[in-house]
């Protein structure tokens, strides 16, 4: 508990500083505003002073006047060259603020990169970006639980456990040790990654915990002293009794704070859409491939009726129904028996008589028999 202590008053500190500091730069802020609002004042007079001397000129210059004293005259230029420097200094005092602007802007972005919560968004932002990068579902998987690890304060390591027909695996860890905790939790048949499956999240402060008492310290024994597990919650995932965790493994008892718990159940939702949409991509890419084999087995099979259909002189229904006799008899799928016809020849033209054996059909030749 001291060490708990010590840690939020390290971070009530930080919290306080970076409090200070976004105050000091909002200060700056307005100071730079009225400065500027002081200098482009300052300008318009300017400009307005200059504007009325070359009025000045211009009539002195119509009434046929011989010009200013020579004190007048130089009166008037030291004038203009003052405000000339004037102009000079505002502008360099303009860009110092613009420069000092621009390190207030760089200090805030630092200051907001090292909060957990950006971290979590930047957590976020990488696993969708890698969801679409990934080559597989099982990769996806695995990026979920590299980033638990990265944004979740206290886990040292991490896993995705799922369920499938009743059988629990791991899908995806960061450490062997990981691995071999979940291990414990499938033998034992009890743990916080199993419980997770079906609870929004499962807090185990220190092994052994009265709630898993076959399990016992068995984790311990692989440096996990405490675990957070929480379920993946992707509806089109899970079917026939099917789910995921995302399970987080501390190096100490008590390894996560309620700010640290509450990030991971974040994560794992956004990690169990990101699953969801991997899987989905996956049965896409399935049905692609099945629809494709589908319509070359519809090709070849079309290949396969027309050579007998010319062949033998059969209908389409009685050269289909030929190639279907053939492949129960030769306990081949169709599509093999069509590709046999159309790439060889091949095939036992008894099976073609059997199709239509009411038919009156000409006897066939041996070369028709390919495979007689």
């Not at 992707?234 to 965790?245: E, F, I, N, V």
Request: charge should be negative; glycine fraction near 6%.
């Amino acid at each position: 508990m001291a060490s708990e202590s010590v840690e939020d008053e390290r971070q009530w500190a930080a919290e306080k500083r970076d409090f200070v500091a976004d105050r000091r730069d909002e200060l700056a802020a307005e100071r730079d505003a009225v400065a500027d609002a002081r200098d482009a004042i300052a300008d318009a007079r300017q400009a307005r002073l200059d504007e009325l001397e070359r009025q000045l000129d211009a009539r002195a210059a119509e009434l046929g006047s011989t010009g200013d004293s020579v004190e007048s005259a130089a009166s008037r230029a030291a004038d203009r060259a003052g405000r000339a420097r004037a102009l000079e200094d505002r502008e360099e005092m303009a860009a110092s603020r613009d420069a000092a602007e621009v390190d207030r802007d760089e200090a805030a972005e630092r200051r907001v990169a090292a909060t957990p919560t950006t971290k979590l968004a930047a957590a976020f932002a990488e696993v969708a970006e890698h969801l679409y990068a990934a080559d597989s579902f099982d990769e996806v998987m695995s990026r979920i639980a590299q980033a638990a690890v990265g944004t979740i304060a206290g886990c040292r390591m991490a896993s995705v456990t799922l369920r499938e027909g009743g059988a629990f695996q791991t899908a995806a860890t960061t450490a062997s040790a990981a691995t071999a905790v979940d291990d414990a939790q499938y033998e034992a048949h009890e743990g916080p990654c199993l419980d997770a499956v079906d609870e929004a999240v499962v807090y185990a402060r220190a092994f052994p915990d009265t709630r898993w008492p076959t399990l016992a310290s068995r984790p311990v024994d692989h440096g996990a002293e405490s675990a957070a597990s929480y379920r993946l919650a992707a509806p089109r995932l899970w079917t026939d009794g099917g789910g995921g965790s995302l399970n987080t493994y501390g190096a100490e008892p008590d390894a996560f704070s309620d700010d640290a718990r509450d990030i991971g159940l974040i994560l794992a939702a956004h990690a169990g859409m990101a699953a969801g949409a991997a899987h989905e991509r996956r049965d896409l890419t399935d049905l692609a491939e099945g629809l494709n084999q589908a319509l070359v087995s519809r090709d070849v099979i079309g290949q396969a009726k027309g050579i007998l259909m010319e062949r033998l002189k059969l209908t389409p229904e009685d050269a289909f129904d030929a190639l279907r006799r053939a492949s129960q008899r030769l306990n081949e799928k169709l599509r093999s028996v069509a590709v046999t016809v159309a790439q060889t020849g091949e095939f036992d033209s008894s099976d073609a008589l059997r199709a239509d054996s009411g038919a009156t059909r000409p006897p066939a030749r041996a070369g028709d028999a390919g495979g007689a």
